[in-house]
C-alpha cells in the first residue's frame, strides 16, 4: 500500500463547477500538508499548505484535513478553464524518523471545459 | 519570490553519454532534490542535499549521482545514460525548518536515444 493515496483521474468539469480533489495517507506521523498544481511540462507550483488539521481558504481555493480520518481534500470554487492543469497532495513529518521529504500522492488531472 | 532554475528545459543525449543537469537557487536554502517524473508512476525522489557536500540518496538513486560544491547548486550526474532514464527531471529547494514546503524548477525533459 503506497503511503498517499490519490486517484489520478482525470477528472473533467463545467466551467464554473465546485471541484474536489482528496487524497488519504496512511503515516500519522504526517503534519504538514500542502497541494501542488502543475501545468502541462512545467514544474509543480506550491498552491496551498495547511499544519495539522483544520481548513484553509485562499481565494477560490480551500485546502481542509482531516487528521482522524487520514484524509486531506482542496476545494476549488468557481472553476475557470486557466484550473486545468494536474494537482498533487503532498505531506510530510517531523522529527527524528522523517527527514522532513515531501510524500507525494500521484496527482489528480482537471479538465475545466468553457 | 523563489526561484529555482534548471539550466536545460530540453534535452537529447545518446545512449552511453555522461549528462549533467544544474539546479539553481537564490533563496538561500539548506535542502535540494532531484525527482524524476513519470507517467503513472508519479514523482520520485533520486537524491538530496541538506547541506553543502552532503548528500543521500532518496527512492530510486541507481543510476545516478549527485553533486553540491555550493549552497545555491546542486547538480544530477547520469553517468550512463540509459533509454530508460528517459524523463523529466525535476528540481527543488526549501528551507531547513518546517513547513517543508519546496519549490520546483520547470523541469528538464530528457530524450536518451
Known amino acids: 500500500q503506497k503511503e498517499v493515496e490519490q486517484d489520478p483521474g482525470p477528472l473533467s468539469v463545467p466551467e464554473g463547477a465546485i471541484v474536489s480533489l482528496n487524497c488519504t495517507y496512511s503515516?500519522?506521523?504526517?503534519?504538514?500538508f500542502m497541494w501542488y498544481r502543475q501545468y502541462s511540462r512545467k514544474g509543480p507550483e506550491l498552491l496551498m499548505y495547511t499544519y495539522s488539521s483544520g481548513n484553509k481558504e485562499d481565494g477560490r481555493f480551500t485546502a481542509q484535513v482531516d487528521k482522524s480520518s487520514k484524509y486531506i481534500s482542496l476545494f476549488i470554487r468557481d472553476s475557470q478553464p486557466s484550473d486545468s492543469a494536474t494537482y498533487l497532495c503532498a505531506m510530510s513529518g517531523e522529527g527524528s524518523s522523517n527527514t522532513g521529504k515531501l510524500i507525494f500522492g500521484q496527482g489528480t488531472t482537471l479538465q475545466v471545459k468553457p | 519570490d523563489v526561484k529555482v532554475t534548471q539550466s536545460s528545459r530540453y534535452l537529447v543525449k545518446r545512449t552511453g553519454e555522461k549528462v549533467f543537469l544544474e539546479c539553481v537557487q537564490d533563496m538561500d536554502h539548506e535542502n535540494m532534490f532531484w525527482y524524476r517524473q513519470d507517467p503513472g508512476l508519479g514523482l520520485r525522489l533520486i537524491y538530496f542535499?541538506?547541506?553543502?557536500?552532503?548528500?543521500e540518496k532518496g527512492d530510486i538513486p541507481e543510476g545516478y549521482s549527485v553533486s553540491r560544491e555550493k549552497k545555491e547548486r546542486f547538480s544530477l550526474i547520469l553517468e550512463s545514460a540509459s533509454t530508460n532514464q528517459t524523463s523529466m527531471y525535476l528540481c527543488a529547494s526549501r528551507r531547513d525548518r518546517g513547513p517543508y514546503e519546496q519549490y520546483f524548477g520547470p523541469g528538464t525533459r530528457l530524450t536518451v536515444t
Open positions: 542535499s541538506y547541506d553543502v557536500k552532503m548528500k
Open positions: 503515516n500519522s506521523a504526517f503534519q504538514y
